[in-house]
Nanobody, 122 residues
């Protein structure tokens, strides 16, 4: 049983910050590559940021310079620090995990959390 549980979502004004967390259990955390993905009604799900087993990160162009993905292997937890939030960042954010090498592609992630809502007001 692999479980991922997100927390930290909420409502914030444009320009504000939020920190999302994702607790992962069920397999050795250090073997996972991880990612954050988001989906707003009427839009396709899109990758936001990924991080591999060596801590190397990739970001969507729309969030570069504003978001930071990180992992704490001692706590089995994935994070997404979101700064300078914009209304276009409003979405349901989900974390996901896969074993082995990292990936940008949603279909390669078999394990998903339930999602946490982020709403950014003008």
């Amino acid at each position: 049983l692999v479980q991922l549980v997100e927390s930290g979502g909420g409502s914030v004004q444009a320009g504000g910050s939020l920190r999302l967390s994702c607790a992962v259990s069920g397999h050795p955390f250090t073997t996972y590559s991880l990612g954050w993905f988001r989906q707003d009604p009427g839009k396709e799900r899109e990758p936001v940021a990924t991080i591999d087993t060596d801590g190397r990160a990739n970001y969507a162009d729309s969030v570069k310079g504003r978001f930071t993905i990180s992992r704490d292997n001692a706590k089995d937890t994935l994070y997404l620090q979101m700064n300078t939030l914009k209304p276009d960042d409003t979405a349901m954010y989900s974390c996901a995990a896969k074993q082995g090498v990292g990936s940008w592609w949603i279909y390669e992630y078999p394990y998903w959390g339930q999602g946490t809502q982020v709403t950014v007001s003008s």
